[in-house]
């Protein structure tokens, strides 16, 4: 048959990982259809008859036999002579069945009807994969570096499919090379055009709580509930987590003898510094283990205003804050509650905002941002250390310290 070497164009698609043999059939009959009504002006009198595990095709035109000359639609109409060269014994009224090969169609429909063909199974492909890394959303996937750029990686998995990480989904610390294995959630899959855009992130709080599920046997068996986690990628995270069985410490389960359990993650996280914490309802007890290092003397909550004033013994405030404001800045998020440190014991401290006359807003933001807030808690730290820290000159730090100096002064 003439067909079968004109049909190779959907032939090479019936191992199609995405595709199976009922919606393969449909495509190419869609196709098909397409083109024969272009080409015909209707397709409603065509049978279709498809074999796509041989690549066979049939296409049958049905008309109906008319007197000479009576033919008004060449279409669905053939003459009693033209009928007769078919078969001989046809007689009008009949109905004449005739094989119409691809090659009838002209060469050009035919490239345009491999193309149709071509763009149809890959808009089918691209729906299926949109679908099914969908339904793998807030997952962990594992894909290969295939090519580097300044804004993003390029990863493809095992069966070719492109993901992309971008330069603000990857760890400070990351540093890739081509053929390296990357692991990150799948956080993304959005439809654009006809092809689906993956988006994976090694920085989203859901690729640590996954970790988690992946490293800790109890976590994944649910034993052990992750309630919240939180995290300044490559920094700092806080993980808390609760077990309804009162013979699992989860804490414990979690990091593992010496640190043994948790080390994969720590290693896969750019060494990232992990506190877990045992969760509690009891918020002003939950605000004192959030601030883990430091050893909390008294916690004041406003429930309403989500504010908690947490009281320490001097040398334990730069544990509560932390480097660079890390460790208060997660514990807040982790609790809810907008967190103030006041050193016990002391007095008289002032708050910053009291300052606003001489020193402007933008550079008190500055200090608050790294967990100082009041006169004392700059006055403590070293202008070094403050440079390091902040976004501003030393020339700004070392005049509000000259300004604070003089309150307590006076």
Known sequence: MENLALIESFSEFKDDKFIDRVTLMAILEEVFRSALKKKFGSDDNFDIIINPDKGDLEIWRNRVVVEDGEVEDPNEEISLSEARKI??????????????????????????????????IHEHDNTTIYKQFKDL??????????????????????????????????IPSDFFRKGDNVRGIIESVELKGNKPTIIMSRTSPVFLEQLFFQE??????????IKKAV?????????????????????????????SRIHGIVRELGNENIDV?????????????????ARVSSVKLNDEKKTAQVYLKPDEVSKAIGRGGHNIRLAGQLTGYEIDVFREGVEEDVELTEFSDEIESWVIEEFKKIGLDTARSVLEQDVNDLIKRTDLEEETIRE??????????D
């Not at 914490?277 to 290092?293: D, F």
């Not at 509000?400 to 002064?409: A, G, H, P």
């Open 277 to 293: 914490i045992n969760w509690t309802n009891n918020a002003q007890l939950m605000v004192t283990r959030a601030l883990s290092p």
């Open 87 to 120: 078969e001989p014994d046809f007689e009008v009224g009949e109905d004449v069945s005739e094989e119409v090969k691809l090659i009838d169609l002209g060469r050009r429909a035919i490239l345009a009807l491999r193309q149709n063909l071509i763009s149809k």
């Open 216 to 225: 800790i046997p109890e976590v994944f068996d649910g034993l052990i509930t």
């Open 400 to 409: 509000v310290v000259r300004i604070l100096k003089e309150e307590f002064e």
């Open 137 to 170: 959303e807030g997952e962990i996937y594992t894909a290969e570096v295939h090519h580097i750029r300044h804004k993003a990686v390029i990863l493809l998995d095992d069966e070719g499919n492109e993901i992309i990480l971008p330069k603000e989904k990857q």
């Open 231 to 259: 995290r300044i990628p490559g920094e700092k995270a806080k993980v808390a987590v609760d077990s309804y069985d009162d013979r699992i410490d989860p804490v414990g389960a979690c990091v593992g003898m010496k640190g």
